[in-house]
C-alpha cells in the first residue's frame, strides 16, 4: 500500500477515532510491506517519516486544522526533525505508530511519533517542530493563537530538557542553512 492509500485509509477512518484531544494521542496500525523495505529488509528511513506525516495529518485533521487552514489561508509546516532507531521493523511485521503534540513555545510546536511493535517494544522516536505559516501575513502564528482558534483552551507544558535541547539544535541548524 502506497503513501495515498495509507493516506485515504487514515482519511476514511479518521472519524471513528473521534476529535484529537490536546494531550492525546493519535494510533494508526500498520504493517510493513514489501514496497517499505531497503536492502536489509527493513522499514527503510524514508518510510519513517512518511509515516510520521500521516501522524501528524491525523492530529491536524481530528483537530479541525486542516479545515481552519483552508479557511484561512494557513500552511501548517514541519520545521526539522530528529530520529531515533532502536529495533528493526522487519518485513510483515505490525506496528503502530503513536503521535502526539508535547508542548509548544512561540510559533514552534514540538510532536513526538512513536514506532511499536506489537510487543510493545519501541522501535524508533521521532521529535519534530512545525509551526503554522499564515500566508497573508506572511509570518508564522503563535500556537496559542492557533490552538484559540481552534476553540480549544489548552496550555503548552514547559518543553523537558531534551526537547529544549532538540529546538536549540534546530534552531542552530536553521541559522547555519541561511548562512550558505
Known amino acids: 500500500m502506497y503513501v495515498w492509500a495509507r493516506m485515504a485509509r487514515m482519511m476514511a477512518t479518521a472519524r471513528s477515532r473521534g476529535p484529537y484531544v490536546m494531550g492525546g494521542e493519535s494510533r494508526l496500525a500498520f504493517r510493513c510491506l514489501p514496497t517499505d523495505i531497503d536492502f536489509n529488509v527493513h522499514l527503510n528511513n524514508a518510510r519513517y517519516m512518511m509515516l510520521a506525516d500521516l501522524g501528524r495529518i491525523d492530529i491536524f485533521l ?7 487552514a483552508r479557511k484561512n489561508g494557513w500552511a501548517p509546516m514541519m520545521g526539522g526533525l530528529q530520529s531515533v532507531y532502536a529495533r528493526e521493523i522487519r518485513l510483515w511485521r505490525r506496528f503502530e505508530v503513536v503521535s502526539s503534540i508535547e508542548t509548544w513555545e512561540g510559533t514552534q510546536v514540538i510532536g513526538k511519533h512513536r514506532f511499536v511493535l506489537d510487543n510493545g517494544e519501541t522501535a524508533a522516536l521521532i521529535l519534530t517542530t512545525a509551526g503554522v505559516y499564515d500566508r497573508g501575513a506572511r509570518r508564522f502564528l503563535g500556537i496559542d493563537e492557533v490552538v484559540a482558534a481552534l476553540g ?8 523537558t530538557e531534551v526537547e529544549r535541547m532538540f529546538m536549540a539544535s534546530q534552531r542552530e541548524l536553521r541559522a547555519q542553512a541561511k548562512r550558505h
Open 152 to 159: 480549544r483552551s489548552a496550555q503548552p507544558r514547559p518543553p
Open 62 to 68: 481530528r483537530a479541525g486544522l486542516i479545515t481552519l
